[in-house]
């Protein structure tokens, strides 16, 4: 959507500035309205999902200014529509989107060398940048310090392979050269608020017999490449709305496209660990499959799923429901089977979508990377 070009917009709000009351002072800002910026000074600094969430939140206060009225939902989407293309909001975009493909570069390599001796000067040199400001883009797109991040991250792997296989602590230590079993349970217990024992016993089923079992259509399937546009979640205020406002951008473009009607299947890939992973920290993305030969889309990114074995889980039913089936196959299935993981990153396809079917009926596909085990 292109704004209107007659009308000046505030810069960061978006409010539109040829109303009275901007034009009524003399020293008024041509292009920020007075509740963003008084007397040379910036007063707010949101993010932009942030900005649009809360103008949903007040559509009273726009109607007051401006004389228009909106519903929440109409004054979201008009927003999410009109801040892209401001000034202001384009240069922060393009600035973000540089920074931010330079963070996810330093996390790839922090996933593949979780364990190794990551230090600020070896992953600023991954970057590319001095260390100074690398320790502060990571911790302004990342929400924490690297070094809080890192040790989150192998506490999250440890707590996952300690729920998804029989292997002892002692073990496990000298498979990802951890310091010693000592240092360990403190840092775990500070982290997770019990010792690894009581989680281990805490995670032992996720359906005790009888209760409420999941039921899922199992097959065990080679899937071969899959080259997807996509779209990530960075950390943000409001998880759920952010996500949602990424699935719109998704499905419009989608739609635009006509991607569905080209065998294309909307998807979402989780890197993090489900339901050891708090929501406000995942790492989320969703996309779109590609056909052959199909550009980028502008203000998407392509990624790869690997080929490989993966273990394919159907569900049928609501979508809050999706963590039960996750701790049914983390928790009971997989010490059951005959497979391990290849790695804990898992990625979901819906075989239709909310809008046009009923909650009860929607179908998701759950793929679960494995290998066979050792005999």
């Known amino acids: 959507m292109e704004i209107n070009t007659e009308t000046k917009y505030c810069q960061t709000c978006g409010i539109p500035l040829d109303i009275d009351y901007t034009n009524l002072r003399a020293d008024h800002n041509e292009e920020y309205c007075d509740y963003c910026l008084k007397n040379g000074v910036k007063l707010y600094d949101f993010?932009?999902?942030?900005?649009?969430?809360?103008?949903g939140l007040f559509p009273e206060e726009y109607y007051k200014e401006v004389g228009i009225k909106h519903t929440s939902s109409e004054l979201r989407e008009i927003m999410s529509k009109r801040l892209p293309e401001i000034k202001r909001w384009k240069q922060k975009i393009n600035t973000a989107h540089i920074q931010y493909e330079l963070v996810i570069r330093v996390q790839e390599y922090i996933n593949c060398h979780l364990f190794d001796d990551l230090d600020s000067e070896k992953l600023s040199q991954v970057a590319g940048m001095s260390k100074y400001h690398f320790r502060r883009l990571?911790?302004?797109?990342?929400?924490?310090?690297?070094?809080?991040?890192i040790r989150r991250l192998r506490l999250e792997y440890i707590a996952f392979k300690l729920i998804s296989t029989d292997v002892s602590v002692p073990e496990l230590l000298?498979?990802?050269?951890?310091?010693?079993?000592?240092?360990?349970?403190?840092?775990?217990?500070?982290?997770?608020?019990?010792?690894?024992p009581e989680f281990r016993k805490r995670h032992s089923t996720a359906c005790p017999e009888g209760i409420n079992p999941i039921r899922v259509e199992l097959s065990i399937e080679k899937v071969p490449d899959i080259r997807i546009a996509c779209l990530k979640?960075?950390?943000?205020?409001?998880?759920?709305?952010?996500?949602?406002?990424?699935?719109?951008?998704?499905?419009?473009?989608?739609?635009?496209?006509?991607?569905?009607?080209?065998?294309?299947?909307?998807?979402?890939?989780?890197?993090?660990y489900p339901f050891i992973t708090a929501e406000e920290q995942s790492r989320f993305m969703v996309g779109v499959t590609l056909p052959q030969s199909f550009e980028t889309p502008k203000g998407f990114g392509i990624y790869?799923?690997?080929?490989?074995?993966?273990?394919?889980?159907?569900?049928?039913?609501?979508?809050?429901?999706?963590?039960?089936?996750?701790?049914?196959?983390?928790?009971?299935?997989?010490?059951?089977?005959?497979?391990?993981?290849?790695?804990?990153?898992?990625?979901?396809?819906y075989i239709n979508t909310p809008n046009k079917t009923p909650a009860s009926e929607l179908i998701t596909n759950i793929y679960i990377p494995v290998m066979k085990k050792d005999v």
């Open 138 to 149: 990571f911790k302004a797109v990342c929400g924490d310090s690297l070094g809080d991040y």
């Open 233 to 272: 979640l960075e950390r943000t205020h409001n998880v759920s709305y952010s996500f949602s406002l990424l699935w719109k951008q998704l499905l419009q473009f989608s739609e635009s496209y006509e991607l569905l009607q080209k065998g294309c299947k909307y998807l979402s890939l989780t890197l993090d």
């Open 174 to 196: 000298c498979q990802i050269n951890y310091q010693n079993k000592h240092t360990l349970s403190r840092a775990f217990k500070r982290y997770f608020n019990c010792s690894i």
């Open 47 to 55: 993010s932009m999902d942030y900005l649009i969430y809360l103008w």
């Open 304 to 349: 790869e799923i690997p080929a490989g074995e993966y273990a394919i889980f159907r569900f049928k039913g609501l979508y809050h429901e999706l963590n039960r089936v996750y701790r049914y196959i983390y928790l009971d299935w997989l010490s059951a089977s005959d497979y391990t993981l290849r790695e804990p990153f898992t990625f979901e396809t």
